[in-house]
Nanobody, 129 residues
Framework: HVQLVESGGGLVQPGGSLRLSCVVS?????????IAWFRQPPGKERDGVAA???????YYADSAKGRFTLSQDNDKNTVYLQMAILKPEDSAMYYC???????????????????????WGQGTQVTVS
């Protein structure tokens, strides 16, 4: 079983920044895997934002390019999503997800596909207002 715990969400003004964290624990902690971020605004579908592979390769949806940056600390089993120049339309519940797969398989056009990830966190709320 794999556990993912997100943190770092909150209320921020437009133009501000936030850093989300996703801590991975349990089975496959030290396996090569793809970890992705998704977001779901109220009343809308969950949408892929970005993904990072264990080796450090990163992938970004168009909505995230130039504003969001992924990084990881393998010693802490943590992936970070640094978000800058936030806009009201970035408001959503943000989820991290993981699976034992290469990101090239789970990402299309820079956007991770939710159906390719079996393990999900509970989410952290980001509100830009």
């Amino acid at each position: 079983h794999v556990q993912l715990v997100e943190s770092g969400g909150g209320l921020v003004q437009p133009g501000g920044s936030l850093r989300l964290s996703c801590v991975v624990s349990g089975a496959y902690t030290y396996s090569r895997k793809c970890i992705a971020w998704f977001r779901q605004p109220p009343g809308k579908e969950r949408d892929g934002v970005a993904a990072i592979y264990t080796t450090g390769s990163t992938y970004y949806a168009d909505s995230a390019k130039g504003r969001f940056t992924l990084s990881q600390d393998n010693d802490k089993n943590t992936v970070y999503l640094q978000m800058a120049i936030l806009k009201p339309e970035d408001s959503a519940m943000y989820y991290c997800a993981a699976d034992i797969t290469r990101c090239e398989v789970a990402v299309v056009g820079g956007k991770p596909r939710s159906g390719d990830f079996r393990y999900w966190g509970q989410g952290t709320q980001v509100t830009v207002s």
